[in-house]
Every structure is written in C-alpha cells, then in structure tokens.
C-alpha cells in the first residue's frame, strides 16, 4: 500500500533551519510529481511547494520563496524541503503528498518560536 512519511520537524527558533524528509513507498515515486503541503493551527491547507518527477522543475508559493528548497532523490524514494530562515507563521504541520492522487503523509510538526 501507498505509505508517504514525513520526518524532521521539531522546535527552531525563528531565522533558524530544518530539514524535513518523506520517505515513499508502494508506488512508482520517480513518475510522480510531489508537493510539500501545510496547515497552521486552526486554519486550512496551504500549498508550499512541488516539484517534477525528474525533479528539474520547482514551484514555490510566496511566502516561502528564496528560504526553502524542495528536492528529492529516486534512487532512495525520497522527498525532501530544506527550510531556511523560519519564521514563526511557519509553525504547522508539514505534509507530503501527491494530492492528484490523494496521496498523503502523516504530517511532522514544525514549530518556529523563541
């Protein structure tokens, strides 16, 4: 069965890094496109970022452009954002996902305070 799951969140302080991890298994990963998607406390999803099946391509919402990175690595089935920077309105829960195909991690918890 399908098992996306996120790791590397915890507590930073804010201008601080992390780097999250989603390790994939039981679908072709290296034919999906895959996207970082969060949710602060008491407020809907927000799109973070994505990137191709080749990982050649990228996108970025605003808000976090310039400080974090999406990459991946087929050969280990592997997704990863590096987040650089953070500020506190980045607290929430991280998820990775292929949501054209309702693929969806667990979530890792980021939370950005002094």
């Known amino acids: 069965q399908v098992q996306l799951v996120e790791s590397g969140g915890g507590l930073v302080q804010p201008g601080g890094s992390l780097r999250l991890s989603c390790a994939a298994s039981g679908f072709t990963f290296n034919t999906y496109w895959m996207h970082w998607v969060r949710q602060a406390p008491g407020k809907g999803l927000e799109w973070v970022s994505a990137i191709n099946s080749g990982g050649s391509i990228t996108y970025y919402a605003d808000s976090v452009k310039g400080r974090f990175t999406i990459s991946r690595d087929n050969a280990k089935n592997t997704l990863y954002l590096q987040m650089n920077s953070l500020k506190p309105e980045g607290t929430a829960l991280y998820y990775c996902?292929?949501?054209?195909?309702?693929?969806w991690g667990q979530g890792t918890q980021v939370t950005v305070s002094s």
């Open positions: 996902a292929s949501p054209s195909s309702d693929y």
